[in-house]
Nanobody, 115 residues
Framework: QVQLVESGGGLVQAGGSLRLSCAASGINFRFAAMGWYRRTLGNQREWVAT???????RYADSVKGRFTVSRDNAKNTVYLQMNSLKAEDTAVYYC?????????WGQGTQVTVSS
């Protein structure tokens, strides 16, 4: 049974930082590409970042230079370090993986940035 569990969200002032974590189970994590997405108040889902099994990373233009995705294969965990947060980063953040041709999502963690 595949499970993705996010944590680390919260309330932060604009300009501040947060680090999100996503712990994965039920997959061979070191071979899995992991993604971060967010859903804004307008209910639009937006891709944020991806890290491949080889630790190659890609970012949405809106977060490039401010967010960093990383992984710890020993802990089966992917991280999203978010710096210089802006009010428009307010959203529920989800981690995602596609494993054995199925799409898996965590329950999400709320990030609220006050201006």
């Amino acid at each position: 049974q595949v499970q993705l569990v996010e944590s680390g969200g919260g309330l932060v002032q604009a300009g501040g930082s947060l680090r999100l974590s996503c712990a994965a189970s039920g997959i061979n994590f070191r071979f899995a590409a992991m993604g971060w997405y967010r859903r804004t108040l307008g209910n639009q889902r937006e891709w944020v970042a991806t890290i491949t099994s080889n630790a190659n990373t890609r970012y949405a233009d809106s977060v490039k230079g401010r967010f960093t995705v990383s992984r710890d294969n020993a802990k089966n965990t992917v991280y999203l370090q978010m710096n210089s947060l802006k009010a428009e980063d307010t959203a529920v953040y989800y981690c995602n993986t596609v494993w054995a041709s199925r799409d898996y999502w965590g329950q999400g963690t709320q990030v609220t940035v006050s201006s």
